[in-house]
DNA sequence: CTCTCATTCAAACGTCCGTTTGAACTATGC
DNA sequence: GCATAGTTCAAACGGACGTTTGAATGAGAG
């Protein structure tokens, strides 16, 4: 036999993140993964229990670095003083791009399901979403606030939240069009993080109602 | 038998319009859209012939008021001369937000339907939507181009598909928190367009690449 | 070798899916 | 009256779904 350098689990995960990514949840058939993982379709409920289970897992595995850097870098703002709208920005959009940004690794990958999943049509996987990572994103938002405070707390809150949405549009990746496309306008991928701020920074600085 | 108001097909389309908006197109049954709408199941099959062509007959009746309105006012300003990105950007999204503040009447449930198919997880779904708006979408782009001559082709389109996504964001209103949330920040729904037109115009002023 | 326990497997479970069928009903024109 | 075309209906189609079962397989410990 094979020495499998991924044990089953894993990749089902990886199939899962993938999947997920591409055709939603809904779209995505267990049997569809477990093709695809070489695994047998009763192995997802032997690893994990249940379809929404395993989707539980992936999303907890593909969040827990961006979270833990997102705290890393409003900690080390927060520690320097009051920091700028656009510090905290970047400190927030930074780590979700960065995933993008991994060409042939599995960085994009994870991007797309972060992404699709963040806005899924269903609320119940929104809200799994949002379990797993509200925690950390409500510091930005008071952090933002403090740092905007000529502009109302609930226009903060609106520009907050037109960012966690342009950085999922972003992830999802939903917009780009097919390769070879002539209208495609898109840069060099490496620029979107930079781009991304630019148009975040001028929105919340000018853009926001007293 | 009572006289019904709205025929068969009109109830198909209403109902469709809302759980597809609700669930998504894979996450709505067929079944659970006929019975909400006291129809057969068959009804579906015989009055537009499947499941996607039911959805592709809704997006089209509920795109056609927006698609016009948006023509409409492209071509008064067009006839006035080069428009600023301000009015650009107006006479794009408030046609699409109009709905979302018709509060008792069926606005909220179409914006909800368009935000929601206009970023469906799958990319066949997108597509059948991107059909249904891109001619008029498109003029959009090239009179932005032409009001911000300082920033690049490429930005313009970046700050563009940013617009798009905020709109269908918000027409989704897949980021409104459940009534009587103490975290809702959201304000008066009325200013929701001046908030977002607000925000769009400093991001595109201010926030694009030369 | 034997026992143990974690893992994998083929097969089947009941349910729901989109779609199709052919008969029954309804209203209108003759 | 009758014929006709448009619509609705209950019922069934084959297939895909998530989940469960119980036996087979594997490696490691005694």
Redesign the pocket.
């Given at each position: 036999?094979e020495t499998p350098v991924e044990?089953?689990?894993e990749r089902l995960l990886n199939i899962a993140e993938q999947r997920f990514g591409e055709g939603g949840y809904e779209g995505?058939?267990?049997?569809?993964i477990t093709v695809a993982a070489?695994?047998?379709?009763?192995?997802?409920?032997?690893?994990f229990?249940?379809?929404?289970?395993?989707l539980r897992a992936a999303v907890a595995r593909a969040m827990a670095p961006v979270n833990t850097e997102r705290r890393r870098r409003l900690d080390q703002l927060e520690a320097k003083g009051q920091p700028t709208a656009e510090q905290l920005i970047r400190a927030f959009v930074e780590p979700g791009l960065d995933l993008v940004l991994r060409r042939g690794e599995r960085g994009p990958v994870v991007a797309r399901f972060i992404g699709r999943i963040a806005f899924d049509p269903s609320q119940r996987i929104r809200e799994l979403y949002a379990a797993e990572s509200d925690p950390v994103e409500a510091r930005y938002l008071t952090a933002l606030q403090a740092a905007l405070p000529r502009a109302a707390p609930s226009s903060v809150a609106f520009g907050y939240v037109n960012m966690l949405g342009l950085l999922a549009l972003h992830q999802s990746q939903a917009l780009a069009r097919p390769p070879g496309d002539p209208t495609d306008q898109s840069e060099d991928p490496g620029k979107l993080a930079e781009n991304l701020i630019a148009f975040l920074v001028a929105a919340f600085d000018r853009g926001l109602r007293a």
């Open positions: 036999m044990s089953t689990r995505t058939s267990l049997r569809a070489a695994a047998n379709i009763a192995a997802v409920n032997y690893h229990g249940s379809k929404e289970a395993l």
